[in-house]
């Protein structure tokens, strides 16, 4: 069983920025893909962005490619988000989310851990 939790969310200007952290811990963590989600009031969970358990690999929505980048430290078992330029529409709960495996999916339901998310909220 793998545990995940968030932290680091919470209220922000436009074009400020906030670094979001996925710790996990329990049985052989090394060798998950991360991957973070986010979901904004009444609509449905959309994938961010996620990393290879090697640092290597990583994919990101295109509605965050040039302001959001991934990267893990393995020593700590924790992902990090660091989210720059953010806008009012970046407003959701982050939930970070990890699977076994060295692919990179987008959709939800390849992912087989969840953290209980962390609130961030941009605004105007």
């Known amino acids: 069983q793998v545990q995940l939790l968030e932290s680091g969310g919470g209220l922000v200007q436009a074009g400020g920025s906030l670094r979001l952290s996925c710790s996990a811990s329990?049985?052989?963590?090394?060798?998950?893909?991360v991957g973070w989600f986010r979901q904004a009031a009444g609509k449905e969970r959309e994938f961010v962005a996620t990393i290879t358990w090697t640092g290597f690999g990583t994919n990101y929505a295109d509605s965050v490619k040039g302001r959001f980048t991934i990267s893990r430290d393995a020593a700590k078992n924790t992902v990090y988000l660091q989210m720059n330029s953010l806008k009012p529409e970046d407003t959701a709960v982050y939930y970070c989310?990890?699977?076994?495996?060295?692919?990179?999916?987008?959709?939800?339901?390849?992912?087989?851990?969840w953290g209980q998310g962390t609130q961030v909220t941009v605004s105007s």
């Open positions: 329990g049985r052989t963590v090394t060798y998950l893909t």
């Open positions: 989310a990890a699977r076994r495996g060295a692919t990179m999916p987008t959709a939800l339901n390849n992912y087989d851990y």
